[in-house]
């Protein structure tokens, strides 16, 4: 996880005894508990840059497994496209198709 910007000072995580509690639905106990809230600190984390990703075909994902191991290597998001019907976003930076012999990220 980044560390978080010098000018945070709030509270991300609440909690405290609640030994009472339980009295209210039959049965009396000790009891802890505690809250972590997200949205109070999620917008001051640094933005993620994301790459494209790039699909392989199922049924080329053995075939190309080097290529695929390449890619990841570099830092390239690579996905098995298993064409379950889910339509397929159009930030992808292309497909991975054997072209002369050779495993390319073919642009769409």
Known sequence: MPPM???FHD???RGGRYDGLGGYFGRARPA???S????????????IERQPAVLVD????EAAREAVEALREQGQCVVVDYGIGHNVSEELAGRLKKTDGVWQVVKR
């Open 58 to 61: 199922a049924e080329d994902a």
């Open 32 to 34: 802890t508990g505690f």
């Open 36 to 47: 972590f809230d997200l949205r109070s600190f999620i917008g001051r984390l640094p933005a």
């Open 11 to 13: 509270a991300v995580a």
């Open 5 to 7: 910007p010098a000018d």
